[in-house]
């Protein structure tokens, strides 16, 4: 084959994985100690992701089996790469993919060592997700400063030790958002209201205990509709929404605060897989996968956040492993096969559900969220006669449901849905 870049010096591997979060780390790790050659990238210049400015405990309780911070989770990877020695480089920006068949993969990336190109027979695409920001959820006013997005707060808070502000109001209730009101709290600055489009809180119910725990209002069935200041955020304009979430004429009303902080959730990182023809699913904005990881391009694996917004890094780093182990197997395969795909598909109050399809040749989890919450519920499979009784459902919380193979392996096809038991 020609050489893309003639003048770029050139890497070859049997693994490249994009992303040196826990989900990149992760899937690292277990390349390499499945015997393959593996290569990490990461544009940060220290590995972890966003896993080294999380500081609050909550981490591993699943995957390492003991409560942990952020940083300490990132940690406990890392020095595994280590051990292991896994080649990485930090600093590498990926500037593009391309696929030129089903065992030759190419990853241009830049880095201060200079421009190079990767010859691999895979790539475990584990690059995370974006924030959205102010102008995707229609906030209009003044163009000043004062206005973060979550991960950019934590950041200034976290690695930079700046407190953003003094007087806050925070768009979401999601854990990031939640987590976030509590450590501007414990810093000494005033968190004026939660603001939360939806009717129930976004986060799960122990961060929400965080806004009684500090005396923070929460405004659900509220939106932020503008900004207003003179160089800096003064007031920010809210108003009540039906249940159709159309603004209630009259209900507006200002809160003064000098800082607005965006937690309105995230979106899978994915456009560079887009480019190379992986299909999208919309519910999740990840790619659709199989019980492999695997994407509509053969050999191009993808895991964490950008393949569903996850709850917990636990199961970031439990799918970067399944990553790579779906990319030996393809690797050992020749990149070819051939076999019935069982289709999963969503029913009944179910907004999402990964992987997509299942090859009935292994136990799998499934990772699915509501669309509303619901208690006293039954997640069903009707083509298995899976049956699991629910206390309580809520779209900021995942379920995660592990089938056995023999459960599947005849199933033509799998509808999962959350009734009323």
Same mark, same amino acid.
Request: hydrophobic share 45%.
């Given at each position: ?14 693994? #490249? ?10 899937? !690292? ?204 955020? %003064? ?34 990182? #994915? ?16 790619? #659709?996968?199989?019980?492999?990881? %695997? ?27 399944? !990553? ?67 206390? #309580? ?12 193979? %023999? %459960? ?14």
């Amino acid at each position: 084959m020609m050489k893309p870049f003639p003048e770029v010096p050139m890497l070859s591997y049997d693994v #490249v994985v994009i992303g040196g979060g826990p989900a990149g780390m992760a899937s !690292a790790i277990k390349a390499k100690e499945l015997g393959l050659k593996v290569l990490l990238l990461d544009e940060n210049d220290y590995l972890g992701g966003i896993l080294p400015q999380c500081i609050h405990p909550g981490f591993g309780i699943h995957y390492f089996k003991e409560e942990l911070t952020g940083p300490e989770f990132a940690s406990r990877l890392a020095k595994r790469l280590v051990e292991l020695g896994v080649e990485y480089r930090t600093s590498a920006r990926v500037l593009e993919i391309r696929n030129y068949s089903d065992l030759e993969k190419f990853v241009l990336f830049t880095s201060p060592a200079g421009i190079y190109g990767v010859w691999a027979k895979a790539i475990i695409y584990a690059a995370g997700a974006r924030e959205r920001h102010a102008f995707e959820i229609g906030i209009v006013g003044d163009r000043v400063s004062g206005i973060y997005t979550a991960g950019e707060a934590q950041t200034l808070m976290d690695i930079y030790g700046v407190l953003p502000g003094k007087g806050i109001v925070i768009v979401g209730s999601g854990d990031v958002g939640l987590i976030m009101a509590r450590r501007f709290s414990l810093e000494g600055a005033k968190v004026k209201a939660v603001i939360e489009l939806m009717p129930y809180p976004g986060g799960l119910a122990r961060n929400v205990m965080i806004l009684r725990d500090f005396n923070i209002p929460l405004y659900l069935s509220h939106k932020v509709v503008e900004v207003r200041g003179k160089g800096r955020v %003064e007031r920010v304009k809210v108003v009540k929404v039906d249940k159709n979430l159309k603004e209630i004429p009259g209900s507006e009303f200002w809160i003064e605060a000098d800082t607005l902080v965006i937690s309105a959730g995230l979106v899978p990182a #994915v456009k560079k897989l887009k480019k190379i023809g992986v299909e999208i699913d919309p519910a999740t904005a990840g790619p #659709v996968v199989n019980d492999r990881l %695997e994407t509509s391009v053969p050999g191009i694996f993808v895991a964490g956040n950008s393949l569903v917004i996850n709850d917990l890094v636990d199961y970031v780093a439990e799918q970067g492993e399944l !990553a790579a182990e779906g990319a030996k197997e393809f690797i050992e395969n020749s990149g070819t096969e051939s076999r019935k795909w069982i289709k999963v598909e969503r029913g009944e109050n179910v907004r999402l559900v990964v992987p997509h399809y299942l090859s009935g040749e292994r136990d799998v989890y499934l990772y699915l969220r509501v669309l509303k919450p619901m208690e006293d519920v039954e997640l069903r499979i009707p083509e298995i006669g899976k049956r699991l009784k629910l206390l #309580v459902v809520k779209p900021a919380e995942m379920i995660r449901l592990k089938l056995k193979a %023999e %459960e599947i392996r005849n199933a033509e096809k799998l509808t999962v849905e959350v009734t009323g038991a």
